[in-house]
C-alpha cells in the first residue's frame, strides 16, 4: 500500500498565482485533513473532511479552499497565494474513531514544500 | 479553544541520560497523540493514549497521560543518537471528527 501520497514534492510560486495541492490515500479512510507547518512549529490543520461530500474548517482556512468527492481524494486549493502561504503542506487520513475505537493515529504523507515569492 | 503547549522547545542530551518531554492542554480532551518527525520527513505516529493513567512504552520511549492534570510526558531513558529528531505532542479535539490540535514540538538532539 502507497499509504498517503501527496503531489507535488515541491513548488515555487509567485504572488497571485494559484495551484492546487493534490492528496490520495488508499487505505479507505473516510477521514482526511490539511494542515501547513511554518518553520520550527507545529502543525494548524487548515481544513478537514470526514467523507465525501463533507468537510469544514480548521484553525487556518483563510486563503485555501477544498473539495472531497471520493474517498480517495481531498486535494486543497490556493487561491492568489501571498507568502505568508510559504510552508509544507501535509495530508494525513484516519478511519473515524468509531470504527476502531479512539485509537486511530493520523497516517501523514510526505509533504509538499511551498514557496510563495 | 484547545492550547497546546510542550516544553522544552529544544533538548540537548548526552547519550546514556535521561529526560522528560512535558505536553500540557488547556481544554478536556479524550485522547492524545506522540509523534516523531525527522528533519525534512513526515511524522510518525509513536503512541496514542486514551484514558486517565495510561502508559505506553516503545524502547527507550515511554509515554503516559494525565488527564486531570491535563498533562502528557513523553520520558527518555538511556537516550541514543538515533531519537534525534522532533517530537510532538497532538491533542484530539471536536470528539468524533478526530481534528488534532498540535504543540510546537521539542527538538532533541543526542549528543554522542
Known amino acids: 500500500n502507497a499509504g498517503v501520497t501527496q503531489t507535488p514534492k515541491f513548488r515555487i510560486l509567485k504572488i497571485g498565482q494559484s495551484m492546487t495541492l493534490q492528496c490520495t490515500q488508499d487505505?479507505?479512510?473516510?477521514?482526511m485533513y490539511w494542515y501547513r507547518q511554518d518553520p520550527g512549529m507545529g502543525l494548524k490543520l487548515i481544513y478537514y473532511s470526514v467523507g465525501a461530500g463533507i468537510t469544514d474548517k480548521g484553525e487556518v482556512p483563510n486563503g485555501y479552499n477544498v473539495s472531497r468527492s471520493t474517498t480517495e481524494d481531498f486535494p486543497l486549493r490556493l487561491e492568489l497565494a501571498a507568502p505568508s502561504q510559504t510552508s509544507v503542506y501535509f495530508c494525513?487520513?484516519?478511519?473515524?474513531?468509531?470504527?476502531?475505537?479512539?485509537?486511530?493515529?493520523?497516517?501523514f504523507g510526505n509533504g509538499t514544500r511551498l514557496t510563495v515569492t | 479553544e484547545l492550547k497546546v503547549e510542550q516544553n522544552p522547545l529544544f533538548l540537548s542530551m548526552q547519550e546514556g541520560k535521561n529526560y522528560t518531554i512535558y505536553c500540557n492542554y488547556s481544554t478536556t480532551s479524550d485522547r492524545l497523540y506522540w509523534y516523531r518527525q525527522d528533519p525534512g520527513k513526515s511524522l510518525e505516529s509513536l503512541f496514542v493514549l486514551l484514558s486517565n493513567g495510561a502508559v505506553k512504552q516503545e524502547g527507550r520511549l515511554m509515554a503516559s497521560l494525565d488527564t486531570k492534570a491535563r498533562l502528557s510526558t513523553l520520558h527518555i531513558t538511556a537516550a541514543v543518537h538515533d531519537l534525534s529528531a522532533t517530537y510532538f505532542c497532538a491533542v484530539g479535539s471536536g470528539g468524533a471528527t478526530n481534528k488534532l490540535i498540535f504543540g510546537t514540538g521539542t527538538l532533541l538532539a543526542v549528543q554522542p
Open positions: 487505505m479507505n479512510h473516510n477521514y
Open positions: 494525513a487520513s484516519s478511519y473515524s474513531p468509531g470504527r476502531q475505537g479512539y485509537n486511530s493515529p493520523l497516517h
